[in-house]
Each structure stands twice: as C-alpha cells, then as structure tokens.
C-alpha cells in the first residue's frame, strides 16, 4: 500500500501561520470551544473529509493562541490527517518537533503518549523503521506506567503496521490481536475493526489470503450500520486484493465497487489509487482489458498526481496487461520502470510482483538467461521477506524456463519444490504445476517417437 498530493494545502502555511506576527493579538481559546473544535474534526475524519478537517485545525492554529496541551492536540490530528491524505513527509513534518523530551514534558502524560504514538507512525510511514519501534516502546511503557489502558490499543496497532512493512507477519499479527483485545475490553468499534483489518492484511501479505477474508469480514460486521466510509473504503479496497490472489474475480469487484462508492463520499484520492488499481486487476482477470485499462490509467493519474509509490505497483498492473495482449516490448518497457522505482523507494512488495512478470516476459520473448535470472532474483526476495505465494510463481517461470532448455529433471524438480509448500488454495500454482507437467509429458512422447 506514497507520498506528497501535488496542489494541495501545504504543511509550510501552518509553520508560517505559527511564526508570522500578526497585527492584532491573537484571542485565547476556552476549554469547551476546543472540545467543540476537536470534536468536530474526529467527525470529519470518520467521514473522510480530511481536508475540511486539516482546514478547522490550520484556522484554529493560527487565529488563536493556545497553551502548550491544546497546540499538542491539534498538531496530533493535523499529522494524522496528513497521513489519511498519503501526505507522509508533511505528516512527519509537522510533528517531528515532538521527538524532544523538554517539547514533551510541558504536556500531559496521555496526550505525549498519543502523540509519540503518531510521531512513529509518520516515522513508519517514511520508512524509519527503528525509530518507529524505539518510540513505540517508549509510549508502551509510559502507558503502562501511568495506567492508561485505554491507550494500548492504538499503540498496538502502530506496533503492527510496522512489523507488517517490516514482513514480520506473525509479529504483525500478535500485536493487532493485543490491540483487539484492548479495543473490546474498552468497547471500541472502530478499533475492533481497524485491529481486524490488521490481522486480515497480515495474513493476505503473507500468503494466506483465504484466512485474511474471514477477518475482513468480522470488520465490516463490527462496524455495521455506522457511518465510516472512509474506513470500509478501505477495507473493501484490501479485501477485493484477497479474492484477487484467490482468482475469484466477480468477488473483486462487488467489493471494488462498494470501496469506490465509499470513497466517493470522501475526499481521499489516495485511497481511491488502489480501488482503481485493483479493479483494474479483475477486469483483466474477467477478459475486460479496454475497461481494465481505463481502470489503470485513472489509478495512474491520481497515483503519479501524488508522488506516490503505487505508481510502481499500476505500472506492474500495465505490465501484466500487455504481456496478455501479446505487446511485449512495451511489457518489458513498463515492468523495468516498475521494478527500477519499486527499488528507489525500497518496496519490495512492488520488486517482487514486478519482478516475476518481468521474468514472464522475458520467457515470452524467448530470453531465457534473462528469465531464469529475474525468477530466481525473485525467489530470493521472497524468501528473506516470508512471501510464499509470489515465490511459488517465480518458480513456476522458473520451471517451464527449464523446460525450454530441455532440463527436464530441473523442472520437475522446481515443481516438487513448489508442490512442498502446500499451495492448496492457490488454483492458478496448481493449474499451471498440471499444465507443465503436461509439457513434460508432450516432450517425452515426441523424444520416444525419434
């Protein structure tokens, strides 16, 4: 699952708006109107309308003074609004003054803990990953301390959306079911459903992607009747990701268009990046290439509009389309730019993906060097990540690449390897382990034959 929307406000006014000197002295704001104010932008965040809430909080910043507490508050929302936005480095930004210790103690202990928690995530979110950790452990402890119980379960699931991108699946997981139990002990809905999200996307990234619909589903149940479009939005958009691995294409698309019906009472474009791109990935499935193009291209627009690291995985998407309409140089063309930018930005979800359809097509062209060295470039990423379901297509490449060279015991061993990892869900590995072994059989009888 990507960073700065192009043309929209920009963190720097707020910094300007705390340091310009004004005319007239600011007002004071009491207790109560900020409680009305902060209200208000948790409103407009549960209903996606993140830039009317970056706006209350820009306007409240710089029309009024505030103690230390208050400003703390806002800044915490203001970063995580950021963040809903795809805005990682404004995100980071506007809160990384809060990683001073003195800045910290002016205020009190449950709001430092909420935003150190935020604090790591934008950290996570820019790919510190060390410093994510280091700051969640020290809000975990804090809370502790102080007995805030109430607090564990949003840091929990920071906790997991950190070792997720760190592929440390089972780690990930543990920690969003710790935050599930503390959100059900407090009676919290949305995070239930956010610690059920965790737990489903764990499971889909680390191949099981069976299992991970049966938690998107118990986040869609908790959350029932209540208005959260921006939260089903996506987790329709994720889970439209699992029937895709499960090559069941209809499934992908009802939920597609419920996210994309979601998303349109919001105003996240960088949410609707992904719902575009996956749609994309059904029609294709479905045979519908002009549609899934389309689809791709306006994925495309807003993900490049956004600087955002998706661009890698639509590219990958356009790939795949081409190498199915047989317009292989052009394949090969935008599954180089993939994999060269999947790199830059050091996402090896996206090098992988792209990676296998490039030894694809490679194999296609009858490149067979260059094949066998882009699956098994593959294959090894996989394995130091823990991802076993792209592993297996490298290696089907791999296999049938062995084929071409007349190495049948190769290959056969390729497809024993791939049979040992028990992809019993995943029918498009085990259709094509039967359609090789097919092959092989073929190339025996016609060497019998002379």
Not at 227 to 256: T, V
Not at 300 to 323: F, P, Q, R, W, Y
Request: proline fraction near 2%; hydrophobic fraction near 40%.
């Amino acid at each position: 699952m990507t960073k700065d929307y192009i043309g929209s406000e920009n963190a720097s006014a707020v910094f300007e708006a705390r340091t310009v000197v004004r005319p007239m002295k600011q007002r004071g704001i009491s207790d109560e109107k900020l409680a009305t104010l902060l209200a208000e932008i948790q409103q407009k965040l549960t209903e996606g309308l993140s830039r009317a809430a970056e706006k209350i909080i820009t306007v409240t910043l710089a029309n009024f003074s505030h103690t230390s507490e208050n400003r703390a508050k806002l800044t915490q929302l203001l970063s995580y609004t950021f963040e809903t936005q795809g805005r990682y480095k404004e995100s980071l930004e506007v809160i990384e003054e809060y990683d001073d210790e003195k800045l910290l103690s002016e205020i009190e202990l449950e709001t430092q803990i909420s935003v150190v928690t935020q604090l790591a995530i934008s950290f996570n979110n820019t790919n510190d990953y060390p410093k994510a950790v280091a700051l969640l452990n020290y809000a975990l402890e804090e809370a502790k301390a102080g007995n805030l119980n109430q607090l564990f379960g949003a840091i929990y699931v920071a906790f997991s959306r950190v070792y997720r991108k760190l592929n440390e699946f089972p780690i990930s997981r543990d920690h969003a079911e710790k935050a599930l139990n503390n959100y059900r002990e407090n009676g919290d809905w949305r995070g239930m459903a956010e610690s059920y999200q965790g737990i489903a996307t764990a499971y889909h990234q680390e191949g099981n992607s069976e299992k991970s619909l049966e938690f998107f589903l118990l986040a869609i149940q908790i959350i029932g009747e209540r208005n959260a479009p921006f939260l089903l939005g996506k987790i329709y958009s994720d889970m439209s990701g699992a029937y895709w691995f499960l090559r069941r294409p209809q499934d992908g698309i009802a939920c597609l268009e419920k996210s994309i019906k979601f998303f349109e009472q919001t105003e996240h474009k960088f949410q609707a990046t992904a719902a575009y791109n996956n749609l994309g990935l059904h029609l294709t499935m479905r045979g519908e290439w002009t549609k899934a193009e389309n689809a791709y291209g306006r994925a495309l627009e807003l993900a490049t509009e956004a600087n955002h690291v998706h661009v890698a995985g639509i590219l990958d998407s356009l790939g795949e389309l081409k190498i199915l309409r047989g317009e292989l140089a052009e394949a090969q063309d935008l599954l180089e730019r993939s994999v060269a930018l999947a790199e830059e930005r050091k996402k090896e979800c996206y090098v992988i993906q792209s990676l296998r359809n490039l030894a694809r097509c490679f194999l296609l062209q009858g490149k067979l060097p260059e094949a066998k060295e882009k699956a098994r470039a593959t294959i090894d990423i996989c394995k130091k990540i823990g991802e076993r379901q792209i592993a297996n297509m490298a290696s089907l490449v791999l296999a049938e690449v062995y084929l071409e060279e007349n190495k049948q015991t190769e290959c056969e061993r390729e497809l024993a390897a791939i049979e040992a990892t028990d992809p019993s869900s995943d029918f498009f590995v085990l259709g094509n382990i039967q359609r090789i072994r097919g092959l092989l059989v073929l190339e025996n009888d016609d060497r019998m034959r002379f």
